[in-house]
Nanobody, 127 residues
């Protein structure tokens, strides 16, 4: 069983920056494609960003230009750097792992394409 643990969330003010981390327990992390999603209670989960095992980057429209995803394979960690945060960015942020190396048919924005999920970290942006 692969375990993902997010950290770095918290309460910030509009305009602030925040960096989320997601640590994964599996030593084969370098073979995983990783994604970040967010969800507000009562709404659908929304794609934020993804990075493939080959370091291809993908960004959702909601935070494009204000977010950057990166990974550290040595530390088994993926990061989500967010800046110019807005109150509407308030959500629970989840990281997810896709274990397949086959990118054919993979749509990074679709949550069904990921095999493991973390418990999420709350980000609250005050106005």
């Amino acid at each position: 069983q692969v375990h993902l643990e997010e950290s770095g969330g918290g309460l910030v003010q509009a305009g602030d920056s925040l960096r989320l981390s997601c640590a994964i327990s599996d030593r084969t992390f370098r073979r995983y494609s990783m994604g970040w999603f967010r969800q507000v209670p009562g709404k659908e989960r929304e794609f934020v960003a993804a990075i493939s095992w080959s370091a291809d980057l993908h960004y959702g429209d909601s935070m494009r230009g204000r977010v950057s995803i990166s990974r550290d394979n040595a530390d088994h960690t993926v990061f989500l750097a967010m800046n110019s945060l807005k109150p509407e960015d308030t959500a629970i942020y989840y990281c997810a792992a896709r274990t397949s190396l086959d990118s054919r048919g993979w749509t990074p924005a679709e949550s069904d394409g990921y095999d493991y999920w973390g418990q999420g970290t709350q980000v609250t942006v005050s106005s």
